[in-house]
């Protein structure tokens, strides 16, 4: 009942302020101006090429782990000042994870246009809330592709169906509100990993789609010369799902087990704030998010526990050289430890309960009470900006968990671009960085011609 009346409500507010700007744009000496109806289409993209080597064997044998070459086609067609459609559509081919790939993939796809103080967009697309870098805790409006092997960090987002509104209060300050009508999940690394003998992908569990299982979300955002900042507010499935044993079978001849590990949804409610400004030469960045699970899914071994994630960051750049560094805490409210069960007593299907528990835990990065982990990024432009130097390092103190992606960026000239680099990932066992480090541990080259 109550995300009906979000959603009326939601409707109700449209209603008014679209009613407010269509009669105002009428009543203005504007509307005496006849509108431009001429179509105007602007098309870009890009080709790359793009190679990716490592550890391809449990025990050290080195091979390609992925290739492919991929097409992208950008289309944006505008029509005076009446309405914009937005387009990226990609095409991949090669192989991934042992697998032959050929794939189209319409990765946003949307119509935008704007009455009075009023904009609309409606349509796939990729939304990006947050202030930090990389660790964004009031990121949870779109899915991300957490197994996607590719030099370009946006890749990991994926776009989902959604109406987002833009209400333009004053110059400095703007509502926002989405509505998600269908669910979509993030791509997580569970369905590549090497699980135990007996173990199988089963299928996923997720909502219906209905008006009671949409998503919604609200963030007004003040933009000034000193300080940019925002409140936001999530309700709906979170786009991370948990890790749960959907079949579990015990052979009564020889005690041999069988599970099905799927995805499983679970709502949550998250409240969230950011923030960027500068002291002197010196950047400051902060962002915070209060996660409250549903009371239908708390208590779940595959659904995380409420949290307070917060990340605060620096940045500066002295002529060539620029640094950014963040710390990144996470402080779980009525943590329980987890009690391993007793086979004889409890029985085998709780003892593989317990271990998917442990792998949400990690997943989740809630293993401990409180975690405390940094990140940092130093950066050096050499030949007039063409070559770029970086390395993006992050590790966690509780876990004790690292993470190195060094990377050179070259560009040969103003379309063709080469990135060099890897990606090393180490933690102890039943770490999340344990457990994805066969899987992107390695080296890649890309060659990429923007046109």
């Known amino acids: 009942m109550k995300r009906k009346y979000l959603l009326l409500g939601m409707l109700a507010l449209s209603s008014q302020i679209f009613s407010q700007g269509l ?21 870009g993209g890009y080709t790359r090429g793009v190679l990716y080597v490592g550890e391809v064997t449990p025990g050290g044998k080195q091979g390609v782990k992925s ?3 991929e097409v992208a086609l950008k289309l944006n067609a505008s029509k005076g000042d009446v309405a914009e459609f937005v387009s990226e559509l990609r095409f991949r081919d090669g192989f991934e994870y042992g697998e032959r790939i050929s794939q189209f993939d ?8 704007s009455f009075g103080k009023l904009d609309f967009r409606f349509g796939k697309q990729i939304v990006a809330w947050g202030k930090a870098d990389g660790f964004n805790p009031t990121d949870n409006i779109t899915p991300q592709n957490g197994v996607v092997r590719s030099p370009e960090s946006d890749d990991i987002r994926i776009g989902n169906t959604l109406l987002r509104s833009f209400y333009n209060i004053s110059p400095k300050w703007q509502l926002e509100g989405i509505w998600v009508p269908k669910y979509r999940n993030s791509a997580m690394p569970f369905y590549v990993l090497e699980w135990p003998e007996g173990s199988f992908v089963g299928e996923d569990i997720y909502p219906e789609e209905n008006l009671e299982n949409s998503s919604y979300a609200f963030r007004l955002k003040f933009q000034g010369a000193a300080i940019d900042a925002s409140v936001s507010f999530f309700e709906g499935y979170n786009c991370l799902p948990g890790m749960a044993v959907s079949r579990f079978y015990m052979d009564p001849d020889d005690y041999s087990t069988e599970i099905d590990i799927s995805a499983v949804a679970y709502k949550n409610e998250i409240i969230g704030a950011d923030f960027s ?3 002197g030469s010196w950047g400051l960045r902060g962002e915070a998010a209060y996660r409250k699970i549903d009371k239908r899914d708390e208590g779940k071994y595959y659904v995380p526990m409420d949290d307070l994630y917060y990340v605060a960051g ?47 835990r990690a997943y989740f990065m809630q293993r401990d009470e409180i975690s405390h982990a940094a990140s940092i990024r130093p950066a050096m432009n050499f030949l007039y900006d063409n070559l770029t130097a970086e390395v993006v390092a992050s590790y966690n103190f509780t876990t004790e968990e690292y993470m190195l992606r060094p990377m ?44």
């Open 23 to 43: 009669f105002e744009s009428t009543g203005s000496a504007d509307s005496e101006t006849s509108i431009e109806n001429s179509l105007n289409i602007d098309l």
């Open 67 to 69: 290739s492919y070459g």
């Open 277 to 279: 400004t500068s002291i």
């Open 408 to 451: 050179i960026t070259y560009n040969i000239n103003d379309g063709v671009q080469v990135i060099a680099g890897g990606e090393y990932f180490k933690g102890d066992e039943g770490s999340l960085y344990k457990l994805i480090s066969p899987i992107f541990n390695g080296g890649f080259i890309s060659l990429k011609y923007t046109f």
């Open 314 to 360: 620096i940045d500066r750049t002295w002529g060539d050289f620029s640094l950014l560094a963040q710390y990144i805490g996470r402080y779980v409210l009525d943590f329980e430890k987890l009690v391993q069960p007793d086979p004889y007593t409890d029985g085998p299907q709780a003892v593989a309960e317990y271990n998917m528990a442990l792998v949400n």
């Open 106 to 113: 319409l990765r946003e796809g949307y119509v935008k246009t």
